[in-house]
């Protein structure tokens, strides 16, 4: 019997007093301490206090790892997808049975609110793994005619081999998965390096993976440095395939340590919304809640900033300072009145604040928030913030601020406000308000997004859907969702029969 893992066991225990043991590596079908013996802290967000320890995976771990996935894959790749199917389902049916204990590690671990957020993370986990299921089952292969009739053509659709997953901490439990699933529903083996701020959720989650008997090998998790564990995963040559969600940045060293391999790169956004000057002012304002306050704005689809028409500029504005001053309630993501937690880490509260201290010193008007909070129970907890007058030259415009922050830029017409999403490098996403159904289908069908949205949040996606960035832009490359990820986990292969 392999060592268990430690310290995720009940999510309501987590606290200072009950991290003793720390969480361990899961290779080869056991729980393993780091091969260095290392550990580093996980801290809950909200309070600063330590909440456990993680094994501190190096290069090394994630060789084993990576060796072991290598020879699950041989066989693997090779079973019934209906089998496949089942252990999907078991995996799934865990997360159910532990829901309660999952969505609170999320809020302990991540700082996202318990009951308005953590929950519907949980569900869309399992919806993962049940669609995979489903979508394991219609894999299906070619038989195109040959020039010679004496000879036949099979084109299967066989797994890849070996999946590298790179995952970030901003939803670690639906980011890992959206990969993870479709990696194992088309017969690939999976190392998985999560991000280290959101590790005790992945030690969570690779449990319930764990306990669904899959055979040794076919699913690892490595936690540790990304530079270091990621880097192996980007570069060893038994790694077929990097998968990989997290920032432009992190995404282009991916790219070249992983220069030949089959990359899915999902990275930064900095989806706007556009109110035309027909736009239902009301319904925007609420788009606008949803698209920058949801997890306080850490999130790729989450609007970066709002170009607004500047004939209804004023009422826009007036009627967004009233809604985030009365619904966004700032606090202990524990508390269910709750909506809008810390943030998750000190680079991320930095890097707002930043954003909005240079706005703010190029002429940006601040007109509700704009520092961190005070008296609550770390320094992480960022008020809402709503910055009017944002130029193209200024940061929190053409960057990924990645807080919550609503930056306001008033646009003379369509044309314009056009001109301003296609200039943009990123090509994640973009959101459209007009009562003018036909003018709204043209705005997507211009712009330069891998998703546009029409009179709804930036926010708002399917996970069955194809998402992803705009070929050539720096948000990404190939898509995910549903069947389109199982597309990517899988390649054609010909086999030619002469029957002669
Ligand atoms: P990040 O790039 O800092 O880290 C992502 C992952 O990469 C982490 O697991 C990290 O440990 C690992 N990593 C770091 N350096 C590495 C290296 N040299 N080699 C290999 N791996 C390395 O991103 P983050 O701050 O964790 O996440 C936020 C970013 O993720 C934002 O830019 C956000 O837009 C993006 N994101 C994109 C999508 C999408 O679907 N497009 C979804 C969620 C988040």
Request: glycine share 10%; with cysteine.
């Amino acid at each position: 019997m392999p060592p268990q893992p430690a310290t995720v066991s009940d999510g309501s225990d987590l606290a200072p007093e009950a991290s003793g043991a720390a969480t361990m590596l899961y290779i080869d079908g056991g729980w393993a301490e780091a091969i260095g013996g290392g550990t580093f802290e996980a801290v809950n967000p909200a309070t600063g206090q330590v909440i456990g320890h993680v094994a501190l995976g190096a290069r090394r771990d994630a060789q084993l790892a990576i060796d072991a996935a290598a020879r699950a894959s041989m066989t693997w790749g090779r079973t019934s997808p209906f089998e496949r199917a089942k252990a999907l389902e078991r995996i799934a049916d865990t997360i159910e049975r532990r829901r309660d204990q999952l969505a609170r590690i999320l809020t302990l671990d991540q700082g996202k609110p318990l009951i308005g957020e953590a929950y519907g993370e949980v569900e869309e986990l399992i919806l993962y793994f049940r669609m995979a299921a489903a979508d394991a089952t219609r894999i299906e292969g070619l038989l195109p005619p040959s020039t010679d009739p004496a000879k036949r053509v099979l084109v299967y659709r066989v797994a890849k081999g070996v999946v590298g997953v790179i995952t970030p901490w901003n939803w670690p439990y639906t980011m890992p998965a959206e990969l993870i699933a479709p990696a194992l529903a088309a017969g690939d083996t999976v190392v998985w390096n999560p991000a280290r701020f959101t590790s005790l959720c992945s030690v969570a989650l690779a449990e319930c993976i764990a306990d669904a008997d899959l055979p040794a090998g076919v699913f690892n998790l490595v936690t540790g440095p990304g530079a270091d564990v990621g880097d192996e995963l980007a570069s060893h040559p038994a790694v077929e395939v990097v998968a990989f969600v997290g920032s432009t940045a992190t995404g282009g060293k991916i790219a070249a340590r992983g220069a030949g391999k089959d990359l899915l790169l999902e990275l930064g956004g900095n989806g706007p919304l556009v109110l035309l000057d027909d736009a239902d002012v009301t319904a925007a304002v609420k788009a606008t809640l949803s698209a920058c306050f949801l997890n306080a704005g850490q999130s790729c689809t989450a609007g970066e900033r709002v170009l607004v028409d500047r004939s209804i500029h004023d009422a826009y504005v007036a009627a967004l300072v009233e809604a985030v001053r009365q619904q966004v309630r700032l606090g202990d993501p524990l508390d269910g009145a709750t909506t809008m937690g810390p943030l998750n880490n000190e680079r991320t509260a930095e890097k707002a604040e930043r954003h909005v201290r240079e706005a703010e010193a190029r002429g940006a008007e601040i007109l509700v928030g704009g520092e961190r909070a005070p008296r609550h129970g770390s320094r992480l907890f960022f008020e809402p913030t709503v910055i009017d007058r944002v130029t193209e030259q200024m940061a929190v415009a053409r960057e990924e601020t990645f807080g919550p922050v609503v930056p306001i830029t008033a646009v003379d017409g369509e044309a314009a406000a056009l001109g301003i999403v296609n200039a943009s490098p990123y090509g994640l996403l973009t959101a459209v308000f007009t009562r003018d159904l036909r003018r709204g289908l043209n705005f997507a069908e211009s712009v330069h997004a891998g998703w546009v949205n029409i009179n709804e949040s930036t926010n708002y996606w399917e996970s069955h859907l194809p998402f992803g960035g705009r070929a050539g832009s720096q948000s990404g490359l190939g898509r995910v969702g549903g069947r389109y990820a199982i597309e990517r986990m899988t390649e054609l292969k010909t086999i030619v029969v002469n029957l002669a």
